[in-house]
Each structure stands twice: as C-alpha cells, then as structure tokens.
C-alpha cells in the first residue's frame, strides 16, 4: 500500500510538521499529533502510536484538560506496560500521577 505524500513508510509526518507545539500553536499541533498516530496505527506501529498518543496527553495538559490527559496517559501506560516500553511508561505514570498537576503557561 502506498502511502499518502510527505508520510514515510512508518507513518511519520516530516519533522518539522509536528513541533508545531513549540510554536504554541496547539490546534495544529493537535491536528498534526492525531494524524500520525493515525498513520503508524494503520502501519501496525505500535512504539511510534503509543509515543504520539503520549504527545496527545501532554498536548491535552497543556490546552488544561487535566482529567482527559491523565486518562489518555492511564490507557497508553496500559498498553506500554503490557510490551515493556520502559520510556513510555514512565513517561505516561508522569503525567497520571499528580492530581493537581496545571497546564503549562502558554
């Protein structure tokens, strides 16, 4: 199956399309994130969705949806320590753990 332009063959949008974020614009950032994590779910890409999915809880912190990235973060750590992926769920226990955590300033 060939893959749609600019996406390589594991799902990745170019890099310079998914630091988005570190421009603050969230909304895009967010489009972009939810599209490759749909990509690499397509491809069977396991570690690259769990990772993207990860980058979808932080981004849901920092729009301030706290409860939703802590059960975003609850399902990926779920599924991450299931395969051992050490990284992921620490970095997924991260955001489940503190109840009062806030969103970052913008």
């Known amino acids: 199956m060939a893959n749609p332009p600019g ?6 949008l ?6 988005t974020a570190a421009t603050h ?7 972009q994130w939810e599209r490759s994590t ?6 069977g890409h396991l570690l690259g969705a769990l990772a993207q999915q990860t980058l979808l ?7 301030g949806d706290i ?5 975003l973060a ?6 991450a320590t299931q395969v051992d992926l050490k990284f992921i ?9 503190d109840r009062t955590q806030q969103a970052r300033p913008r």
């Not at 749909?38 to 491809?43: A, D, G, I, P």
């Not at 769920?89 to 753990?97: D, F, I, K, P, S």
Request: a negative charge; zero cysteines.
């Open 25 to 31: 614009d969230l909304a895009l950032a967010r489009q």
């Open 38 to 43: 749909e990509l690499r779910q397509k491809v």
């Open 57 to 63: 809880a932080v981004l849901l912190r920092d729009e």
């Open 14 to 19: 170019p890099a310079a399309d998914v630091v």
């Open 74 to 79: 609850a399902e990926v750590n779920r599924w």
């Open 89 to 97: 769920v620490q970095e997924t226990a991260g955001l489940m753990a």
């Open 7 to 12: 996406v390589s063959r594991y799902g990745q």
């Open 67 to 71: 409860a939703g990235s802590q059960e």
